[in-house]
């Protein structure tokens, strides 16, 4: 069974600093997926990067990036210049390339940007 | 497209209830799947489906029940409602790999129904 973790429960950084978000999985699958979600207080799951665990290069999206270590099972997220709505609870989450492709998630991480 | 809808978005049952939540999706999506998000937690799998007539069950199943008879509609019946049960219920869709779309392993999410248990 694979497992996701999340280390920080909250984070707070000022209005556009760099936060970077932990996260570390376990899993025997040697094709997946892997991804961080965000959820404002609105609750909709919006999805904000996907990483493929068979390409070396780490995913970005304007101002947020990974850095996969797929050696050592982590999974980070960098948000750059932080904006006020970028508060919101993250997730990192693992899905496997093969079978019913169910999302597997980690505790969430709270983080505040403050102004 | 409306996407991904769930109904109700609020709902307070009493202990031994019961209820269906209702999902619907207008993607042609053929896998669909229920979450529960407990406070302060992440999501957990109740059930799932791959297609009309096919279900099968997650991590957390217990007290819940599912059926998928169409393509669109993946509704979620509690049968007897406890307090445990407390929680916001996440229904999800995505296509099956190889097909048509895009972002074909994106899971695109409903809005969630928070139900409360007393």
């Known amino acids: 069974a694979q497992t996701v973790t999340q280390s920080q429960p909250e984070m707070s950084v000022q209005e556009a600093e760099t936060v970077t978000l932990s996260c570390t999985y376990d899993?025997?699958?040697?094709?997946?997926?892997l991804f961080w979600y965000k959820q404002p207080p609105s609750r909709q799951m919006i999805l904000v990067i996907r990483q493929e665990a068979y390409k070396q290069q780490n995913a970005t999206e304007n101002r947020f990036s990974v850095n996969f270590q797929k050696a050592a099972k982590s999974f980070s997220l960098k948000i750059s210049d932080s904006q006020l709505g970028d508060t919101a609870m993250y997730f990192c989450a693992f899905m496997p390339v093969q079978g019913a492709q169910k999302l597997v998630f980690g505790q969430g991480t709270r983080l505040t940007i403050n102004p | 497209n409306a996407g991904v809808t769930q109904t109700p978005k609020f709902r307070i049952l009493k202990i031994g209830q019961s209820m269906t939540l209702q999902c619907a999706q207008d993607?042609?999506?053929?896998?669909m799947y229920w979450y529960r998000q407990d406070p302060g937690m992440g999501l957990k799998l109740i059930y799932y489906?791959?297609?009309?007539?096919?279900?099968d069950k997650g991590e957390v199943p217990n007290g819940y029940n599912v059926s998928r008879s169409t393509t669109e509609d993946f509704p979620l019946r509690l049968e007897l409602a406890a307090p445990s049960q407390t929680s916001v219920y996440f229904c999800?869709?995505?296509?099956?790999?190889?097909?048509?779309?895009?972002?074909?392993?994106?899971?695109?999410f409903g809005p969630g129904t928070r139900l409360t248990v007393l």
């Open positions: 489906s791959v297609g009309a007539g096919i279900t």
């Open positions: 999800a869709s995505n296509q099956l790999a190889g097909g048509p779309s895009v972002s074909y392993n994106e899971q695109f």
């Open positions: 993607m042609n999506h053929n896998y």
């Open positions: 899993t025997s699958e040697s094709n997946y997926y």
